[in-house]
Nanobody, 115 residues
Framework: EVQLVESGGGSVQAGGSLTLSCTAS????????PGWYRQAPGHECELVSL???????HYTDSVKGRFAISQDNAKNTLYLQMNSLKVEDTAVYYC?????????RGQGTQVTVSS
């Protein structure tokens, strides 16, 4: 079964840090574009970060300088290190593997940032 399983979410105070993990099963990230999306209550699904071909990383403007995406090919796992978290980062975070799995799909992991 092709699946992405996210973990690492939780509740933190503003300024805190979390590291999200995403493990792929049934496929590898090779040849795909791994990334993270998020969806806050009442908001549309938003692309947060991608690892583009060649290792170039992309971040939405609101997280630049605070979030870092990385992957461990040996573990078939994608990470999102989130520092200096803000209340507006509160959302369900979803892992993606474009073009196989994209957008806010699956279980996701909840991140709640309080002031």
């Amino acid at each position: 079964e092709v699946q992405l399983v996210e973990s690492g979410g939780g509740s933190v105070q503003a300024g805190g840090s979390l590291t999200l993990s995403c493990t792929a099963s049934g496929f590898t990230f090779d040849g795909l574009t791994p990334g993270w999306y998020r969806q806050a209550p009442g908001h549309e699904c938003e692309l947060v970060s991608l690892i583009i071909s060649g290792g170039t990383t992309h971040y939405t403007d609101s997280v630049k300088g605070r979030f870092a995406i990385s992957q461990d090919n040996a573990k078939n796992t994608l990470y999102l290190q989130m520092n200096s978290l803000k209340v507006e980062d509160t959302a369900v975070y979803y892992c993606a593997a474009l073009s196989l799995i994209a957008g806010c799909r699956g279980q996701g992991t909840q991140v709640t940032v309080s002031s």
